[in-house]
DNA sequence: TACATATTTCAAGAATCATTGAAATGAAAG
DNA sequence: CTTTCATTTCAATGATTCTTGAAATATGTA
């Protein structure tokens, strides 16, 4: 990953409201949830937080998926786990007191 | 580390100047570098790199130590493992998926 | 078709962030 | 103490992002 690119998924991540969107779905598990149960969630007007459930969608963040009447949200581990990946060998060469920080614990 | 002060950190890695600055950093090693270097080598102007130096050390992503004219400035591994922590532990709850992203590969 | 539910889109305004170049500050040398 | 070098600060401007509430779209039901 180019460092542009992570500078942009760093920006959709660089947001409260968003946080708590992932730590939702994170929690909810494989089922996803609908947007309307994610505002609900994190205490934000449906529009707010359609605004913010597109900007995670767009980046790579969430899938999304209609049921019905609703949009089902899950989150992807992939870009999450690129953003590291990005951290940690292109950004900072892989230096040990970092790949220590995240290896393995309670594995 | 909470979601919010997380958000502000992301927030700063947020912008391809200050990743260059820490992909500098990283690169030249403990020894640190001036702010004019550090200028130099990421195509900034002065007063352009010491806005985002001042971001990257009021974040804690770097240190600064005067040295005769110079400032020298040095990377902090440090930060950014508390964001990866935040990451993978408090957002993701650990999930199998990323911790493999990340784990003790050429180590 | 009419109506209800679920979500997105849009425009306006507020807030935050980045860039520029000039001026100010700090430190060393003549 | 003046000059030079290195960096930061500042004000002005431009750009981006966020919030709000109303309107529009999409889906399902009577």
Do not use: W
Request: charged share 20%; glycine share 8%.
């Amino acid at each position: 990953m180019i460092a542009e690119e992570a500078a942009v998924l760093f920006g959709v991540l660089s947001n409260a409201d968003r946080l708590s969107v992932i730590r939702a779905l994170v929690e909810v598990g494989p089922d996803g949830m609908s947007a309307g149960d994610i505002a609900r969630q994190i205490g934000a007007s449906p529009s707010r937080a359609s605004f913010h459930l597109n900007a995670l969608s767009e980046a790579g963040f969430l899938t999304k998926e209609r049921q019905s009447r609703s949009q089902n949200y899950r989150i992807d581990f992939n870009k999450i786990g690129q953003l590291i990946t990005f951290l940690m060998d292109d950004c900072c060469k892989g230096n040990a007191e970092l790949r220590n920080c995240c290896s393995m614990r309670a594995g």
